[in-house]
């Protein structure tokens, strides 16, 4: 019988350590430990029902869509920005930011938290940087920016996550977190959306600025990027990032687990792939969960993530995931 809670492997992980048993992504959350944010400072997002808009606190309208688990996009050309160099007459700091009560916030969110968690996450004004870019500007527009004008690109950046560090250390000082989250999806299933290039002279530098004030109050760190993105790995363990999720498949994870060893792989699990497909039989897809384990578990420095994508309240959706639940919680304790 294992001697560890589900939370004490899952930080036994990202510390660098080998865990008691396989950790799979939410033991170490909680409530997806992403602190609540305080109702007296975050804007109003009104309802997340899929086709209905909501907004975020720069005014970009979002709308959330049924077959992607309710997840939000910006809404279809309804973009704030046109052009990248009149950034500064369009994009302010959000009047919702000024006059933030941290010790009221604080006394408010944590005795809220469950006391065997670490207090994770943190204030952020958004999504991840290239995400804001393309959510004022949309994918062409905001990736036209990066060629023609990436001084005025970091421009915009710098000014966001100015931002997010002044937040950072109002909210280390007053919550005292153990965990950082930090999520910035560059990349699609087959690639980066951005060169090397691009992301060494555009984003490392943000992403290290961001991260910077956690590591130095000796948070641990999480960073979240969907799609292949191997090229960009050295640099974000060198930045400071203890784990990153959800790690899909279409990397190369068997040489990054090779070449950073303490460094957390959360994922593994093709979540759009063949445990979707409803010709898939159930023996299969606990077959691909075994088939992840196998690969990935050994050594340590792994939690599984199988989550599959598929509308919220679709019975056949959630059967697969039942079967990938039940297979994983029969298996997990016999790698270690």
Partial sequence: MPTLTPYENYLRMLRGEMPEYVPKIQDGSG???QMEYNK??????GTTKPGEIWYDMFG???VSEWNANNGSLPAPGQFILEDITKWRDVIKKPAILENIDWEYCASVDLPKLDPQYLVSGGPS?????FQMLVS???????????FEEPEEVKALLTFLKDLNVEMAKEYIHYYKPGIYSMGDDIAHDRAPFVSLDIFLDIFEPIWRATVTPWKDADCLA?????GVLDEFIPYIVDMGFNAWNPAEPGNDLLAIKAKFPKFAICGGFANNGPATFPETPEEEVRAYVKEALDLYAPGGA????GVIMGPPEDAETAR?????NDEFEKIRYSYY
Avoid: T
Wanted: aromatic share 20%; glycine share 10%.
């Fill in 31 to 33: 409530p997806m430990v």
């Fill in 40 to 45: 007296n400072w975050r804007p109003a997002m």
């Fill in 60 to 62: 970009v309208p979002y």
């Fill in 125 to 129: 004004i958004g999504n991840g940087y």
């Fill in 136 to 146: 004022f500007m949309g994918f062409d527009n905001g990736l036209i920016a990066c």
């Fill in 222 to 226: 999480a960073h979240h990027n969907c």
């Fill in 302 to 305: 792994f939690a599984f993530l």
């Fill in 320 to 324: 697969r995931q039942a079967w990938i």
